[in-house]
Every structure is written in C-alpha cells, then in structure tokens.
C-alpha cells in the first residue's frame, strides 16, 4: 500500500499513515505467531489447571482409594476391598434412615422452592414500583441462608419459646418444640431451604421478563384468561428456566448440611428425623474417623447424584420445550 493509498483511506488513522503493513499470514499453523498464542492461552490456563488437578482432581482419586481401605487417620488406610460397600448396605441401619430422610428432604424442598419462586416472580413482574428494591430483598436469604448464623436463628425462631409459638399464642393455640419433635424437625429444615429461594426467584424473574408482550395482547384479544395465558404462554416459555433450576436445586438438595448440622446440634436428631446423608457421612469422617467408610458413602452419593440428574435430563425431551425444536 502507498502512502497515497494509505492518506485516502479514511479507516486508517493519521498517525499510521506511512508505517509498513504488517502481513498476517494465511496459515497460522507452526507459525511463530500461533505459538505465542498458544504459551499465552496456557500461561492464563495454567491456575486452572493447577485447581482442577490439585484441589478436584486428586483428592476425588484418594478417596476413591480410600473407599476401598480401612482409614482412621491415624496410621496408614489398609485394604479392604469392597467390605465398605458391602457394610453399607448390609449392616447400616442409620445408612439407610439417612438415604431416606434426604429423599423426603428433597422430594418435598424442591417442588416447594420452585413453586414458591415462581409464584414470587410471577408477582414482581406485574410493574410494581420499587422492583430492584423487593428483587434485592427476596434475594437476601439465599446468601445467607445456608449461613451458620441463620440456622441459629432459625432454631430460635421455632423452639419452645420461640416466634412461631409466641404468634400461634395470639390465637390461644398452643405451641410446642417443632425442631424437638421429630415429627415436625424435619419439615422445620425444609422450611429453612424453601426461604433461601431467592436466587431462583431471580432467575425466574428474568426469563419472565424475555417473554414479549404482543403474545399476551394477542391472547387476551382472542379471550383467553389470566390463568389460561399463564398456563398456555408462560409456562411452555420458561420451561427451559424450570429445567436449569430444578436441576441446581436438586443437587444442592442431596448436598444439604449446614441447616441440619445446626438445628439437629450435629446430630441428627431427634430420633434420625434430621439426619441428611451429609450429616451422616461428616459424622462418620470426623467424628468416628472412619476416612474409609465416609468415602465410600462419598462416591455412592457421586453416583446417585450423577444418575438423578441424568434422569432428569433424559425426561427434559418431554416437557421442556426450545425455540428451535
């Protein structure tokens, strides 16, 4: 290109106007240039990779040993092939009272929270005045509500002498210990859950807001109801949201500890009505010191985790619906 060319041309700055141009070359294949990308893109990847190996990677492959080993901590983990597999499912009363509290646990908390964000998000999304003000409001709890501090609070609000009973004694109801009874603990926590629904109402709220208006115009021109545009036009639109929420909740769900560690005092009680399998498996680590035996039930609740979102998957092909489909 000539300086003339160059002054002509109006893409070009002034002050490059004059200097040679540099030839990208077609094929950057082995060419000095896509080796220097290539060190760079392995120069910013390198904390990666040194996480994913070091923090996930390898302590995933020791307890996978471990899980084959008798390990107490103290001293060297011996090899016991699949005896705690076997004891597991065998011999393991509390193994299996904790599959079954945590499967009640998230049969009832996950329905409810979607449920309960829907619901909340359907409202805010009518225009209220003021909506990032309840949106920041609502999201609150589910930053804190897997917090220590919260299942405290949350033991004090339904204990004996706690809120609940004190405004069911305004209508000469009388209250009891809900967290004592083990027949009340356990929906106690999934009520704790259900209030941390903020994060999904937000996700909610968001997708609800991507539906245009012109299909609701034309809906309610044809006659349809509020009740038949939301189970017509909304409902089919956000399915996709529904699918991605319920697929976070539930693992989270299988993974829920803090609120049970706190409200149960690390134990699960009373009588095992709030002992979660993650409970269960801290209590075999690190208070029977049993590293073996929890890593197996580590890698069973991997399995089972892996295999309830599959399902969930391979069932999205019915009721999730895309765009493009």
């Known amino acids: 290109m000539s300086m003339l060319d160059a002054a002509n041309n109006p893409v070009l700055p002034v002050a ?8 990208i070359p077609q094929n950057r294949t082995g060419s000095a240039f896509r080796k220097a990308e290539n060190r760079a893109a392995y120069l910013f990847l390198a904390p990666w990779l040194a996480g994913i190996i070091l923090i996930t990677a390898l302590p995933m492959l020791a307890s996978l040993y471990l899980s084959f080993t008798n390990y107490a901590v103290i001293g ?11 004891r597991l499912f065998t011999s393991d009363r509390r193994f299996v009272t904790s599959i079954w509290v945590t499967l009640k646990y998230v049969g009832f908390s996950v329905p409810l929270v979607l449920l309960f964000s829907l619901t909340v998000a359907v409202f805010l999304n009518r225009g209220l005045r003021g909506l990032s003000i309840y949106r920041s409001l609502f999201y609150v709890p589910s930053l804190i509500g897997a917090s220590v501090g919260i299942g405290l609070l949350w033991k004090e609000v339904f204990g004996e002498r706690g809120v609940v009973n004190h405004m069911l004694g305004w209508f000469g109801i009388a209250g009891r ?6 027949t009340f603990a356990l929906p106690s926590v999934i009520a704790l859950n259900v209030w941390t629904f903020g ?36 409902l089919p639109l956000i399915t996709p949201v529904i699918f991605f929420n319920t697929v976070l909740l539930l ?59 599959a399902l969930l998957f391979w069932s999205s092909r019915f009721w999730v619906f895309y765009g493009d489909r």
Do not use: K
């Open 16 to 23: 490059e106007v004059g200097r040679p141009v540099r030839t």
């Open 76 to 86: 060297w983990p011996s090899w016991i092939g699949l005896e705690n597999y076997v």
């Open 177 to 182: 210990g809900w967290i004592n009874n083990p």
């Open 199 to 234: 994060a999904s109402m937000v996700i909610f709220l968001a997708a609800l807001r991507q539906i245009p208006d012109s299909y609701y115009e034309a809906a309610s021109i044809d006659g349809a109801n509020a009740w038949q545009r939301f189970h017509r036009i909304t």
């Open 251 to 309: 693992i989270n769900s299988f993974q829920s500890f803090t609120q049970a560690f706190v409200v149960s005092n690390g134990r699960g009680g009373p009588v095992d009505s709030t002992l979660l399998y993650s409970l269960y498996l801290y209590q075999q680590a690190f208070q029977q010191l049993q590293m073996g035996y929890a890593s197996a039930m580590a890698w069973i609740l991997l399995i089972a985790i892996g295999i309830a979102t």
